[in-house]
């Protein structure tokens, strides 16, 4: 069972938008920020997105992050079939003292 | 260009031990948090263990008194002693470059390509 909750899949059609949800508690999202990785199948993770909503050099503005008390979101608009991956959230959670990742959620684009 | 190359993994024994490495190069590694990210088959990903650039460890509940993590700042090297390993254990480990202002802000740029380690009889 892991920290963060996120919805196991998700998918959508190619130029769609879809939401990806990660909730957590105050001990964690609520307490600080939020960054989201990509894996795509058969490769290590990437980040993709930081600090709630940053994104680091080379990462399309398809993909966009926000946060809201204990609870964050990954928005990928204009969904592509290269997008089909797992995306997990992950904070720094201070009742743990550690880093706590969500359990995942598989994107697939129909 | 940041790249981390783990190695060290393998088939071990319940109780086993094993030593993972992690040779990084491409920035300033004494300057950096280094991490162990695990990921057993199918599932999420887990972290496991963090050593600051200032010395600090970090260890999650289900490795604590296990896992030993180290690194040689001269070698540019990451390490992670794994004692007492158990089935659950079973995972692709990966060395991940830590970045941010603060611990609590740490977000993970750079992952190597994982190397997997197998605990069964």
């Known amino acids: 069972q892991s920290v963060l909750t996120q919805p196991p899949s998700a998918s959508g059609t190619p130029g769609q938008t879809v939401t990806i949800s990660c909730s957590g508690s105050s001990s964690n999202i609520g307490s600080t920020t939020v960054n989201w990785y990509q894996q795509l199948p058969g490769t290590a993770p990437k980040l993709l997105i930081y600090s709630n909503n940053q994104r680091p050099s080379g990462v399309p503005d398809r993909f966009s992050g926000s946060k809201s008390g204990t609870s964050a979101s990954l928005a990928i608009s204009g969904l592509q079939s290269e997008d089909e991956a797992d995306y997990s959230c992950s904070t720094w959670d201070s009742s743990l003292n550690g880093w706590v990742f969500g359990g995942g959620t598989k994107l697939t684009v129909l | ?121």
């Open chain 2, 1 to 121: 260009e940041v790249q981390l190359l783990e190695s060290g993994g393998g088939l071990v024994q319940p109780g086993g031990s094993l030593r993972l490495s992690c040779a990084a190069s491409g920035f300033t590694f004494s300057n950096y948090a280094m991490n162990w990210v695990r990921q057993a088959p199918g599932k999420g990903l887990e972290w496991v263990s963090s050593l600051g650039g200032g010395g600090s460890i970090f260890y999650a509940d289900s490795v604590k008194g296990r896992f030993t993590i180290s690194r040689d700042n001269s070698k540019n090297t990451l390490f992670l002693q794994m004692n007492s390993l158990r089935a659950e254990d079973t995972a692709v480990y990966y060395c991940v470059k830590a970045r941010g202002l603060e611990r609590s802000s740490y977000y993970f740029d750079s992952w190597g390509q994982g190397t997997l380690v197998t605990v069964s009889s």
